[in-house]
């Protein structure tokens, strides 16, 4: 009689591919962090420098441009920027310069075109990783990929809340799973309006900022759909178990 087929999770654990992934995430913040801080001072600083009525402007902007995001995903990626990482990166920097020439006011209104450029590098990285950006469970995980939070916090890691239940999200899903990724993005972005908002080299300052948070999201989304076609093939539990020892984290956001 011929053994018994083994099951994905009784195949051993990829730990060289895990440690990469791990080694990845700790590089993830270097650039971000010393972008901002070149442009714009120390990032307690940056921060006081909005008051409360600019954070909720900024945060009710987040969600809007993210809805409008989302939309254009649904339509198809013709219908956002271009395909290639090179074009990608030239988009968000010409976003960034834009939006850093006129201070909080431009900056406000780069956001929609910005988050659409962030989020198709997402949809990319979970297409190389070999799922369809178009099915509808795989554009739900491109939205949470926001809620790595802010490059600039070193406590954040990788939401690995797509190891629960594959389901296919009507509109109202859809709104309230922006609403709940939106006060971490705008959080994120808010750190680098403000950076914008420091009167040091304006346009080129915005295009700096931009392409470190465009490599700051793409890296994040590649690790996070890199672990979850790990999850699929080897089970969830024993991949976050390998991944958070690797990452000398006492567990994961779940």
Known sequence: MPPAPRTAIDIPLPEAEIAALARRWKRVNGPVISTLNRFGGKLEAQIAVLPDALRRRIESATEQALSAAYGAARR??????????????????????????????????????????????IRREAEAAGFDPDDPWIRAECLRCFSAGSPAAADDGIDTSFFSARLTLTGPAVQRLIATVAPRLSAALGQKLAAQA???????????????????????????????????????????????????RPRLRT
């Open 76 to 121: 198809g990626a013709r219908h956002l920027p271009a395909q290639d990482r090179k074009g990608t990166l030239a988009a968000a920097m010409a976003a960034g310069a834009a939006g850093g020439a006129g201070g909080i006011a431009t900056a406000l209104a780069e956001l929609p075109f910005t988050v659409t450029i962030l989020l198709h590098a």
């Open 198 to 248: 420091v009167p040091v080299l304006g346009a080129a300052s915005g295009a700096a900022l931009n392409a470190a948070f465009l490599r700051y999201y793409r890296e994040t989304a590649a690790i996070r759909f890199a672990l979850l076609r790990l999850a699929q093939e080897h089970g969830a539990a024993p991949v976050l178990e390998a991944f958070a020892r690797q990452t000398d």
